[in-house]
């Protein structure tokens, strides 16, 4: 499994950015794809998962209601939309992948990852 993030950069707070993932390698009808990101001096933490066939998606609570996970089945993508973008959401995003249908949220528990992209929010 493959997995190449973009998307990140340098935003003003209460802006937008998307996030893409490709993914390659694989079917990925059995797997859940996650966004997880890592701030400075902390540990990787859940951001969102989808499930690649069902399309029922989990976010963590930090980000509830302003960040959006989706997929694209025909062009192997997952997208974070993220809206109302704060300082703290200021952080290195990664694109993982489990070979499992169920939503976790735990970094372990995904197989593969991608390179991470930065997303800086300035205040």
């Known amino acids: 499994v493959q997995l190449q993030a973009s998307g990140g950069g340098l935003v003003q707070a209460g802006g937008s950015l998307r996030l893409s993932c490709a993914a390659s390698?694989?079917?990925?009808?059995?797997?859940?794809m996650g966004w997880f990101r890592q701030a400075p001096g902390k540990e990787r933490e859940f951001v969102a998962a989808i499930r690649w066939s069902a399309g029922n998606s989990a976010v963590a609570d930090s980000v509830k209601g302003r960040f959006t996970i989706s997929r694209d089945t025909a062009k192997n993508m997952v997208y974070l939309q993220m809206n109302m973008l704060k300082p703290e959401d200021t952080a290195v995003y990664y694109c993982?992948?489990?070979?499992?249908?169920?939503?976790?949220?735990?970094?372990?528990?995904?197989?593969?990852w991608g390179q991470g992209t930065l997303v800086t929010v300035s205040s």
């Open positions: 993982a992948a489990r070979k499992n249908m169920i939503i976790v949220t735990t970094t372990l528990d995904y197989d593969s």
């Open positions: 390698g694989r079917t990925f009808s059995s797997y859940v």
